[in-house]
């Protein structure tokens, strides 16, 4: 497709239960980035890939969240033990080139996750 | 560190209004990137511009202007003759050269505008 594309757009989980959220970026980007964005707030950084490497985790707020891209194309973030908390927009993005910062990011719709 | 500040939670205008969304940022770095996203209610980030920390020249796309000032540390955007179609939340975010691969953004200022 012609941008980023996430599945599913919505998902409740119940508490404890894993999730898996799907990112498709757009075709022949190199980088891949997962932001987490709770209610009203800005989106806040979770990981990178550039292609099937994460090169950069830093900002995974507990070891119940991994994320793979193990092709260098579609991205799996993957919840396990959801909590409340987790509850929030999780955004996926892509870029064309590799390397640090400067790059224009292009994000997806998004998958609006509600943990009840 | 890196910060980027909208101080503006909520703006609500008339439509045809001329409008101005207020973005301070702070950076240790020498080089870096500022930007602008809209997001309506679908919840996708429309980029709307990059600017490099060395380019301050303001730029102007239609009805849209960026003012960038590094003496301020400040990058706002206006919109002029405000539309019902740009309602939308407005993100400012800051990347920097050695800040690793996150872009850091502001919470957000939310525009209404009525017609």
Avoid: M
Avoid at chain 1, 9 to 37: E, M, N, T
Avoid at chain 1, 95 to 112: A, C, K, M, V
Avoid at chain 2, 37 to 57: A, M
């Amino acid at each position: 497709g012609a941008g980023v594309s996430q599945s599913p757009r919505y998902k409740v989980a119940k508490r404890g239960q894993d999730v898996a959220l799907r990112c498709d970026p757009i075709s022949g980007h190199v980088s891949l980035f997962w932001y987490q964005q709770a209610l009203g707030q800005g989106p806040e950084f979770l990981t990178y890939f550039q292609n099937e490497a994460q090169l950069d985790k830093s900002g995974l707020p507990s070891d119940r969240f991994f994320a793979e891209r193990p092709e260098g194309s579609v991205s799996t973030l993957k919840i396990q033990r959801t909590q409340q908390e987790d509850s929030a927009v999780y955004l996926c993005a892509s870029s064309l080139t590799g390397g640090r910062s400067g790059n224009t990011i292009y994000f997806g719709e998004g998958s609006w996750l509600t943990v009840v | 560190a890196q910060k980027v500040t909208q101080a503006q939670t909520e703006i609500s205008v008339v439509e045809k209004e001329d409008v101005t969304l207020d973005c301070v940022y702070e950076t240790r770095d020498t080089t870096y990137y500022l930007f602008w996203y809209k997001q309506p209610p679908s919840g996708e980030l429309v980029f709307l511009i990059r600017r490099n920390s060395f380019d301050e020249q303001n730029e102007i796309s239609g009805r849209y202007s960026w003012n960038f000032q590094k003496s301020t540390s400040s990058f706002n955007f206006t919109i002029t003759a405000s539309q019902v179609v740009d309602s939308a939340v407005y993100f400012c975010a800051l990347s920097e050269a050695a800040g690793g691969f996150k872009t850091i953004f502001g919470a957000g200022t939310r525009l209404f505008v009525k017609a």
